[in-house]
């Protein structure tokens, strides 16, 4: 609840779920149905590439996954975009216990810190978690079992217990990583992002409901959720706009004036006053006016025109079909960027 606090976050759910959310939170790039878009960018010349943009600045780019290293292909994906990647089977597996399911948050965190925060130059690192991943229970979950005294007293069934169990040793990897910031000097010219990448389908609607003041049977609302950007110098800052993954990387660029063509990405700086489009995968949409449903053709706000409707779907189809040619044209490449 401290530095920027975004009410109105949502992270749609695409048909590669786990890449396809990745891809739109670190390429700010619509999916491309029927391929792994983000294995697919391997291949291809991406210049907007988190790790490329900070590297252009002489940063130090990382990655690291407490998973299989190879997963999704991210051993290509993510050294194409720039990142020095290490996860389990590439070097991870040597730092921490990779033996689990899942694999620990928090002893990656004290893995891997040594590899920045021992280095004089800025550094740039990205960390794709998975200690709070399915399924829920206490008898195949590692971080379920492992933390299942911390809540064994919540009235809620095994299910619910274990997702808030698996969600603990997430927060004892953040408490991990804010004390060796803290402890390096180098927390308050650190700006830390958190943001999902899909809805925890790992529990029933049911489950979710229980717990969640977001009803969950509600086609949109299902994927409202939760982003973090915090930086202790920076003062609560409460956003109300409506955003979604494809606007955290031109943020981030934006925050440190990093120069790129707005109109290579598909997403804009929260900040900006660009009217913010969230897009389902089946193109159904919310903006400040409300929220449209392609399969209905239903518009929530009756006051809101046929023409402005029209509008935002004939940019969403653009967007589709620009991170369409992006990929299937090494457009970047093509652009001489």
Request: one cysteine or more; a neutral charge.
């Amino acid at each position: 609840n401290n530095g920027f606090i975004f009410n109105n976050y949502y992270q749609p759910l695409y048909p590669v779920s786990t890449s396809d959310g990745e891809y739109m939170n670190v390429m700010s790039l619509i999916p491309k149905e029927g391929v792994w878009s983000f294995y697919k960018t391997s291949k291809n010349y991406m210049p907007f590439g988190i790790g490329n943009m900070f590297k252009k600045l002489d940063y130090n780019t990382y990655g690291f996954h407490n998973h299989n290293y190879n997963y999704y292909h991210r051993e290509k994906s993510h050294t194409n975009i720039g990142l020095t990647y290490y996860g389990c089977g590439n070097g991870l597996e040597k730092k921490m216990n990779c033996k689990h399911w899942p694999n620990s948050d928090f002893e990656m965190i004290k893995a891997t810190t040594p590899y920045y925060l021992n280095d004089d130059k800025p550094f740039m690192t990205y960390y794709m978690t998975v200690s709070g991943h399915l399924n829920y229970n206490f008898s195949g979950n590692n971080m379920a079992s492992r933390n299942k005294s911390k809540v064994k007293n919540l009235n809620y069934k095994d299910s619910i217990k274990a997702y808030y169990a698996t969600q603990i040793e997430f927060d004892k990897a953040i408490e991990e990583l804010l004390n060796e910031l803290e402890e390096s000097g180098k927390l308050d010219d650190t700006l830390i992002v958190i943001a999902p990448d899909h809805y925890p389908y790992g529990l029933t609607t049911k489950d979710m409901n229980t717990v969640s003041k977001i009803d969950r049977t509600d086609k949109f609302e299902n994927y409202h959720t939760s982003l973090i950007m915090y930086n202790p110098k920076i003062e609560n800052k409460v956003v109300d706009k409506v955003i979604s993954g494809i606007d955290i990387l031109p943020t981030i660029y934006n925050l440190f004036g990093i120069d790129y063509d707005s109109r290579l990405l598909m997403g804009s700086d929260i900040f900006s006053n660009t009217e913010h489009i969230v897009i389902l995968s089946d193109r159904s949409f919310i903006t400040s006016k409300g929220k449209y449903n392609s399969i209905t053709g239903e518009f929530s706000n009756p006051n809101v025109s046929k023409e402005y409707i029209d509008n935002i779907n004939k940019i969403i189809n653009e967007k589709f079909k620009m991170s369409s040619l992006i990929l299937e044209k090494d457009y970047y490449k093509e652009l001489g960027i």
